[in-house]
């Protein structure tokens, strides 16, 4: 009898480490003689309270950065972590709070280190991201985070995590006032890599000025139930369908628009789809469908939303198979810059979201004003800034509906150098083709023709920005649009970047 007694105590007591909540409202973190607390709270216990919220705040008047607290925890797979985040301050290098899921020594802080998973809540990026921390390697970022998400003051923010058992981590949040959790982002774990899990806990980085304004609460570790359902691989989710080009400056008599493109291997139906814009202090407004009709992007298509496509064809290069919704309601981008919101209508989750701006546009580029951002790699993050150029001016300013024209995901090999090379009509009648294929985007030309006696006879381009690759036709003509006599001619192109960096290229063509 004491034998089984004594059995049920140990399972007891390896249940309790394994999953816990805690919203202190017993006014403690701390276990001891004459309290009931299942869960203990061990580490920099000076440096915290809990305060007559009945929340666990930072209260570090000695000044002690890094603060931790740990608590006894040993669940890994198949789990949800759940808990409350509030940082009286907007997120900085220097003030950051870390919420380790996962650790196996209880010093959050050792100077060794430590093996274990850790949500980051603010840094630099101001976002929130999931990092694996591995004893004598830096730390690596697993999941991302919407960069900008937490650049509030106050940060307000209830986090969700999930481990399935296949390895599959999935990050929410939800900030006050959201009335659903955002997926920030999912990746698949290695199972057999990931070290047992001894502990739970959160450490503050703090300066100064921020020692009593950290704040935690409602923390919940538990079996992954139906409550946390992992997502649904058929939804629209996070980089499955991506903004892909916009125009946000139209010209005189123009219309906005923006581009989506489905890098998925999904049919998306388009109702299940929203645009929104961010205010200021980071909330969402102006949520609207982009259609209510049954409308199939199919994986690698695009599709152009804008509220007037004759405004947008009468003044850019549309092409009429190109997918279109003209959405009943769509808002107003500014036209300096701001934060354009792709949403899942299902869940309400974020697909994607591009801070833009004019600062982005190609150097040189004036005026800004009837130019479209086109994106350059579908596989690069939508906020980085080296991902953006303006439209080539050959391509019209704007490519509205397909492959932008600075665009570097071609199935073609990555060049090195740049490439030029002319290719003859096939027929009489058509154009000569000067094609190029270089090596970056942001490069302006000039392109002159030349007879054999070093005159010039056309001039088929004069400062137009050019793509990552494309072709200038040239009809074999010269000033006054009159045939140039048959012979061999000389094709003269410079191209260069602001940059200084300059290139020039000589091809000879026989014009028959």
């Not at 694996?132 to 923010?157: A, D, E, F, H, I």
Request: aromatic share 10%; with cysteine; net charge negative.
């Amino acid at each position: 009898m004491k034998k089984m007694i004594f059995i049920l105590l140990v399972w007891q007591s390896m249940t309790a480490f394994a999953q816990f909540s805690d919203n202190f409202n017993d006014g403690l973190f701390t276990s001891g003689a004459g309290t009931n607390r299942e869960v203990n709270w061990n580490g920099d216990i000076a440096e915290f309270i809990v305060n007559d919220a009945r929340q666990l705040q930072l209260n570090s008047l000695e000044f002690k950065s890094p603060a931790y607290l740990s608590t006894a925890s040993t669940r890994l797979l198949n789990t949800s972590w759940e808990f409350f985040v509030k940082m009286n301050f907007n997120p900085t290098e220097g003030n950051y709070a870390n919420i380790y899921l996962t650790s196996d020594t209880e010093n959050l802080n050792a100077a060794d280190g430590l093996n274990g998973l850790f949500i980051q809540i603010g840094y630099t990026e101001k976002n929130i991201c999931l990092r694996r921390s591995q004893k004598g390697k830096n730390n690596q970022t697993l999941v991302k985070g919407t960069v900008n998400r937490l650049n509030l003051n106050p940060v307000s923010v209830h986090v969700k995590a999930t481990l399935n058992d296949s390895g599959t981590f999935s990050l929410y949040s939800r900030l006050e006032g959201e009335s659903a959790f955002t997926l920030e982002g999912t990746t698949t774990l290695a199972v057999a890599d990931l070290p047992a899990s001894q502990w739970f806990g959160i450490v503050c980085t703090f300066t100064t000025t921020r020692k009593q304004h950290f704040f935690f609460d409602d923390f919940v570790v538990q079996e992954l139930g139906e409550d946390h359902p992992d997502p649904d691989p058929n939804l629209c989710q996070e980089n499955d369908l991506i903004i892909n080009e916009i125009l946000f400056n139209p010209p005189t008599g123009g219309e906005e628009y923006v581009e989506l493109y489905n890098r998925s291997e999904k049919t998306i139906d388009l109702r299940s789809i929203s645009l929104a814009t961010r205010k200021t202090d980071g909330s969402l407004q102006y949520i609207h469908p982009i259609t209510t009709e049954e409308t199939l992007l199919l994986p690698e298509n695009y599709v152009l939303i804008t509220k007037n496509r004759t405004a947008v064809c009468q003044l850019f290069q549309c092409r009429d198979e190109a997918l279109c919704v003209e959405p009943a309601s769509i808002a107003a981008l500014n036209n300096t810059g701001g934060c354009l919101v792709v949403l899942n209508n299902t869940n309400s989750e974020i697909i994607d979201q591009f801070y833009f701006s004019e600062s982005l546009h190609s150097q040189g580029v004036s005026p800004k004003k009837g130019v479209a951002l086109e994106r350059i790699s579908f596989e690069n993050p939508t906020n980085e800034a080296s991902n953006w150029a303006s439209a080539s001016s050959l391509s019209g300013n704007g490519t509205p509906g397909y492959r932008n024209s600075q665009s570097a995901t071609t199935g073609i090999t990555k060049v090195n150098k740049n490439v030029i090379q002319v290719e003859y009509p096939k027929q009489k009648g058509e154009s000569y083709l000067i094609k190029y294929q270089l090596d970056k985007a942001g490069y302006n030309c000039r392109l002159f023709i030349y007879d054999s006696l070093g005159r010039k006879a056309q001039t088929l381009s004069h400062n137009d920005l050019l793509g990552h690759e494309g072709f200038i036709p040239w009809n074999g003509t010269g000033a006054g649009n009159r045939r140039l006599p048959a012979g061999v001619y000389i094709i003269y192109l410079e191209i260069f970047d602001m940059e200084g960096q300059v290139q020039q290229f000589k091809l000879p063509v026989v014009v028959q």
